[in-house]
């Protein structure tokens, strides 16, 4: 793909900015904006690598065959295994917000866990919707458990960074019920919400309206 090369070779050209402009801030001893610019050249490398994979092909669309009546094809969303429909729908609808929904049972045990089934359907008033659907394994997820307990979450939307990476991946994982993420993973909240995260970027939070 000639357009999906040109991609590549501007991102390379981006990192190899960033490394500069790290080390002439190294070199001036202005260490402030250097984690912003490491965060910068991170992110890069990972959308680098991502193209590189052809897992963004779907965003050259000059480059993809048109569809056509003779070529139209369909299937069954029932009848695919649950990881088949997964995939098929994360990769058509995407992408997608990601938000760290925390919630706290009435026994104060804190869950907190990524989501990108959710969106925002009304201004006035304000609301947001979130699927919290049973895992795979017919689990109720903690977040809709303590939802349902005290009918308040927090959408915590954080930055682009190695160690946000690094966090959704963590908390994505299930662990056993009456465990909390904060504590497994040694993630800080603020003093005055313990439900919204010291690395969020901005957070809301949410009341739950049955």
Request: proline share 4%; glycine share 4%.
């Amino acid at each position: 793909m000639e357009g999906k090369a040109h991609v590549i070779s501007f991102l390379k050209k981006c990192i190899d900015y960033a490394n500069a402009s790290i080390e002439r801030k190294q070199k001036r001893g202005d260490v402030a904006a250097i984690a912003k610019w490491e965060a910068y050249r991170d992110y890069t490398a990972h959308a680098v690598m991502e193209v590189e994979a052809g897992e963004l092909d779907r965003w050259f669309p000059s480059q993809q065959k048109l569809l056509g009546e003779s070529d139209a094809s369909s299937l069954s969303l029932d009848e695919l295994t649950h990881d088949a429909r997964s995939a098929w729908l994360t990769n058509l609808a995407s992408p997608r917000p990601l938000a760290l929904i925390a919630t706290s049972s009435e026994e104060g045990v804190r869950n907190i866990a990524p989501y990108t089934s959710l969106s925002v359907v009304s201004n006035s008033p304000p609301m947001a919707v979130v699927s919290l659907s049973a895992d795979r394994n017919n689990r109720w997820r903690d977040t809709l458990l303590n939802m349902r307990q005290t009918k308040k979450a927090v959408l915590n939307f954080l930055p682009v960074s190695s160690n946000a990476a690094t966090v959704v991946e963590q908390t994505a994982k299930p662990i056993a019920h009456g465990t909390s993420e904060w504590d497994a993973f040694g993630l800080e909240s603020l003093e005055s919400n313990e439900l919204v995260m010291n690395d969020a970027d901005y957070a809301i939070i949410l009341y739950l309206f049955e």
